[in-house]
């Protein structure tokens, strides 16, 4: 008997008392004119995850992203320099989507309209017939967006001058992410669905265990719930500026079936041959504002982000980032079964975000409500809510200027 | 004329399910365990657990871009066989509920498929 697995102590509710205890109001979950501060107070200021470096591994490797929450299409490019620059996906001619692929390899980028051609700075080099226009071609580069990179994470800022640099951002989370596969990692699993349902409804779901043993009950059941933490409780909150953590508990007298537990070990052999031993003994989840978030589980982890497409409509997106290609027959079957194992368990909670929604968006309720365990929920939506106000009153002081 | 083998020879009892389930991608594979009964995926099982550790091994000996048709199809049934395990181990009766939700989960890129 495991002495672990004799007592649990849940996070009291005193700890997170902090972050209040009223009702949430529903309208910041369906409400289209909410949604459309979020946009700008949110979507357009903060440092958003967008892709990986392993998706440009070379010189000359190129990705296009779409934010449909800033209704921006981003160009990411790894110029002959090594180095990497994002630019909206647009011609500064008459503002063309500039890329139509979703990646490849390219140095220079024309715009099928009237062939403006764009360097892998974002210069206009070539446009045909120039001089009939009235401009210097110096004038004419590539809006630049800032992008960084944290862990191996890619990041974009839409704010013409990012307030933070993606460190500050970040903080002393970056540190911990860089210890993570995601830092090292050259390949990648993924999966993406789409779902009717606000961004927060979505994202709240998976910051809370409390649903863990009535929509999960055999996808995640004994593993992480059992007689002294029925609930799946985590072990630790964390509170990081507008981030946050928890440590989430394992059961470990859990007994998985018998080919599912060849892969689970497969996995954590693999992970502790990729110097992660530390990060074995509990699953770790790093939540970074606004919309992503990064499981550590020993076995399974994944990142997930949340795109809003808008205010009942979004997109999810989970990796698996491995820290190679297979190498073995063995390691294939172990990395097919993560990934489909965590399917299973989105799946499911796929099903009931939806659900909620629709309760929601039909007016029967004015306000949610948020327990102690469930205080990442609260926290997510004071930091959202607390952007959207500062918004407010920006446009309130202008408005009075004006 | 030989017919080549359509898996290598210590695995013959697994060649009924070939047409089935030896397919390409991670995507397909998903599909047919949402498209199959719990019944026939049991029997997949039960038949295909116990050769698992053998058939990994075996095809563990070779590195994995040396695969002839016959050692691709073999880690093909292993791989559908992966997602076939969360039906028979984990899911159960609630297979046929809960196979409904995953329709909406598009695989797009898994290192599996990368390589084929």
């Known amino acids: 008997m495991n002495v672990e697995s004799a007592t649990f102590h849940p996070v009291s509710n005193d700890e997170v008392a902090m972050f209040g205890t009223a009702p949430i109001p529903v309208g910041p979950y369906h409400d289209p004119a909410y949604y459309a501060l979020e946009r700008e107070a949110v979507f357009k200021r903060a440092w958003l995850h967008i892709g990986h470096v392993s998706e440009l591994p070379q010189p000359g490797s190129f990705i296009v992203r779409n934010i449909e929450a800033a209704r921006a299409s981003i160009l990411i490019v790894r110029g002959k320099d090594g180095a990497l620059r994002a630019f909206y996906n647009v011609c500064t001619h008459r503002g063309t989507e500039l890329v139509a692929q979703s990646s490849g390899m390219a140095t220079t980028f024309s715009c099928r309209y009237h062939m403006w051609t764009f360097n892998d700075r974002g210069d206009l080099r070539g446009a045909p017939d120039f001089e009939r226009f009235f401009l210097d071609k110096a004038d004419c580069g590539l809006t630049k967006v800032a992008v960084g990179v944290a862990a191996g994470l890619l990041f974009v800022n839409l704010a013409p001058e990012p307030e933070q640099s993606l460190a500050e951002f970040l903080g002393p989370l970056q540190a911990e992410l860089e210890q993570l596969p995601c830092a090292k990692a050259t390949a990648f699993a993924e999966y993406v669905y789409e779902i009717d349902a606000n961004w927060k409804l979505v994202y709240d779901n998976f910051q809370e265990n409390y649903h863990l043993r009535f929509i999960h009950p055999r996808s995640v059941g004994e593993s992480a719930t059992s007689p002294v933490n029925p609930f799946g409780y985590p072990r630790r909150f964390e509170f990081v500026g507008v981030h946050r953590k928890q440590a989430l508990w394992i059961n470990p007298e859990h007994v998985p079936g018998q080919l599912q537990g060849d892969a689970l070990t497969r996995l954590a052999d693999d992970a502790l041959t990729g110097g992660f031993e530390e990060l074995m003994a509990e699953s770790e989840y790093f939540a970074v504002f606004p919309n992503f978030f990064m499981l550590n589980s020993p076995v399974l982890p994944f990142s997930h982000t949340v795109f809003p497409i808008g205010p009942e409509k979004s997109r999810g997106v989970i990796r698996f980032y491995w820290s190679g290609e297979d190498q073995c027959a063995t390691q294939r079957f172990a990395r097919e079964f993560a990934v489909a194992a965590t399917r299973d368990i989105h799946a499911e909670d796929r099903s009931v975000i939806e659900a909620g929604q629709r309760g929601i968006s039909s007016g029967a309720i004015k306000h949610i409500h948020f327990q102690a365990q469930e205080a990442l929920c609260r926290h997510f939506f004071n930091s959202v809510d607390a952007a959207v106000k500062a918004y407010e009153a920006e446009l309130a002081l202008k408005g009075v200027a004006a | ?116």
């Open chain 2, 1 to 116: 004329m030989t017919l080549r083998s359509v898996l290598p020879a210590k695995f013959a009892t697994l060649e009924p399910f070939v047409e089935k389930w030896a397919l390409t991608t991670s995507r397909e594979r998903s599909h047919e365990r949402e498209n199959s009964s719990l019944a026939e995926m049991r029997h997949f099982y039960d038949v295909a657990a116990p050769c698992l550790k053998d058939a990994l091994a075996y095809l563990d000996a070779k590195s994995l871009d040396s695969f002839q048709p016959e050692d691709e199809r073999l880690m093909a049934l292993c791989l559908s066989l992966a997602h076939v395990t969360l039906a028979v181990e984990v899911q159960g009766e609630a297979e046929p509920q809960n196979a409904q939700y995953r329709h909406e989960m598009r695989i797009t890129r898994t290192t599996a498929e990368r390589a084929n």
